[in-house]
């Protein structure tokens, strides 16, 4: 536990030392949220609707996306960078023969306090919105709302790892991840507004939708269950496919040591 | 004044490095042009779906893409590479050379795109030549806004980059341009989308030369008798960035030093 705790401080260090970094990583996700914000309230002044979603419903829906892709930024994305990384300049070793395992050691290290600074805000404006919202919301769908989102920031975590993994077998994943996750921010638009072989795709192929639309639906009881069962099952599934991948891959893999 | 020679072997090594990852010329298609302009044309001919806008699918869909490459063309990334020079010793070695680091700067980046623009933008602007309606304003004024546009993108870039002698991270309020600008700009909708008050309101801000102007123009959805105004809108705001650029700079290399071997 001890260790544990030694690795969060850390990440916290890390994040107050460089202060700069910290403050620009906090301007640049304020921006991002005000200029999204801005952009869909400039909207509203000319369409009712988003698709299927007023207003504050959209609201709900952006500050979902933004919260999936905050709180993965905070737990996982440079520990998920620091593992493509390490399998490049083989290093990969080194975290395999650490005492914890490679991804306690990884993820642990990685905590990435500089985002963790604007996750207050957007849990606000989240809450916010679920509070306008709250005639069409019950305690049931709520926690489900939870834990989606909690699924679908592992979600983004083992699809990246699945995607690094094949750098394991020498493909450039990093152009590849680089694609996922351009494709990752239409998740940010409405849905509904997109033909309906798109929302297919986009939902169950590559489940951009997944961070955003999905457990925005199961707030509004707009869900069908298969699409909810789903959401909570793809990590698993991805978790099982990346560890495939993975063992594969490191059966040939050499690294460096010394 | 800038040699031949320098601009011949500056634009043989941007062309060579842009080939050289065939790989990665293919995934920064479809990752920074093609599934952005498809994304936002399918959002917002989705959003206007049942509104009555004035404007068609086709209308619109030509709208995006102009706008969209416009903004690309004219959006870079040297506010970091500035900002990168400023903080280690290059700047110094750039302002050794014959040629003023701000010429530099500007051909290095306009020749880095020379690929994209020949090798990119080249379908869509066949797929513009199908659906739109032409080309129906005179040529050298489609040249002017472009030019104006290119100017402010590369003036907004200068400005930010120079922030560098003063602070010690500028990737944040690069960011913040980039967000704000791709908002402001007139890059996902056009404004013609929005309230007449509003409309009026985004005309004061000298954003909308990035995309929205020159785009609207190209599209012919604006109005040819509005023109001279608009130019001298234009031409106003880059004179006024060119000269905040320049004062930025200015101040800056006061109190910058630098060393080398």
Same mark, same amino acid.
């Given at each position: 536990m001890h260790i544990y705790l030694e690795w969060l401080r850390y990440g916290i260090r890390k994040g107050t030392r460089f202060r700069a970094n910290t403050v620009a990583w906090m301007l640049a996700d304020i921006a991002l949220y005000g200029s999204v914000l801005s952009m869909y309230f400039l909207l509203g002044l000319a369409f009712d609707q988003f698709g299927s979603y007023d207003q504050d419903e959209i609201g709900l829906y952006i500050s979902t996306y933004f919260l999936v892709n905050n709180l993965f930024a905070v737990l996982f994305s440079e520990a998920v960078s620091q593992y493509y990384e390490k399998i490049l300049d083989g290093t990969y070793l080194y975290g395999v023969l650490a005492p914890h395992g490679m991804f306690i050691s990884v993820f642990l290290s990685n905590f990435n306090f500089p985002a963790l600074v604007s996750t207050p805000l957007l849990l606000l404006i989240n809450g916010f919105y679920v509070v306008q919202l709250s005639s069409q919301v019950t305690v049931l769908r709520l926690c489900l709302y939870a834990a989606t989102i909690l699924s679908s920031v592992l979600t983004l975590t083992f699809l990246f790892l699945l995607i690094f993994s094949l750098a394991f077998l020498g493909l450039r994943s990093g152009l590849l991840g680089g694609l996922i996750s351009q494709c990752f921010?239409?998740?940010?638009?409405?849905?509904?507004?997109?033909?309906k072989f798109a929302r297919y795709i986009f939902t169950y192929v590559l489940p951009a939708f997944m961070i955003s639309a999905v457990p925005t639906r199961i707030l509004l009881s707009r869900n069908n269950w298969g699409e909810a069962l789903y959401c909570l099952l793809l990590p698993w599934i991805l978790f099982l496919l990346f560890n495939k991948v993975e063992a594969v891959g490191l059966k040939t893999y050499n690294g460096v040591g010394g | 004044m800038v040699s031949k020679r320098y601009i011949a072997s500056s634009l043989r090594y941007h062309m060579a490095m842009f080939l050289r990852y065939r790989l990665k010329v293919v995934t920064s298609f479809f990752s920074e042009i093609l599934f952005p302009i498809a994304v936002n044309i399918l959002f917002v001919v989705g959003l206007t779906?049942?509104? #009555?806008?004035?404007?068609t699918p086709a209308d619109l869909v030509q709208y995006v893409i102009t706008a969209n490459l416009i903004f690309m063309f004219s959006m870079s990334d040297l506010d970091c590479v500035v900002a990168k020079d400023i903080k280690s010793y290059q700047l110094i070695y750039k302002m050794e050379a014959p040629v003023s680091p701000w010429l530099q700067y500007v051909l290095s980046d306009l020749f880095s795109k020379l690929g994209n623009l020949l090798l990119f933008y080249v379908p869509f602007f066949l797929i513009m030549a199908v659906l739109?309606?032409?080309?129906?304003?005179?040529l050298p004024l489609i040249a002017v806004f472009l030019w104006i546009s290119v100017v402010l993108g590369y003036c907004i870039s200068f400005i930010i980059g120079s922030l560098a002698f003063w602070l010690t991270e500028v990737w944040g309020v690069a960011a913040i341009k980039n967000l704000v600008l791709s908002v402001f700009s007139?890059? $996902?909708?056009?404004? #013609?989308?929005?309230p007449n008050a509003v409309q009026n309101l985004m005309n004061?801000?000298?954003?909308?030369? $990035? #995309?929205y102007i020159p785009a609207s123009i190209l599209s012919g959805t604006v109005d040819l008798r509005d023109a001279p105004t608009l130019l001298l809108g234009g031409v106003f705001w880059s004179a006024l960035f060119l000269l905040v650029a320049a004062l930025i700079w200015r101040c800056g290399l006061r109190k910058y030093e630098g060393a080398g071997t």
């Open positions: 921010s239409l998740a940010e638009k409405p849905d509904t507004v997109f033909p | 779906d049942d509104a #009555s806008t004035g404007l739109g309606n032409g080309v129906t304003a005179p007139g890059t $996902i909708f056009p404004f #013609s989308l929005l004061c801000l000298p954003f909308q030369y $990035i #995309s």
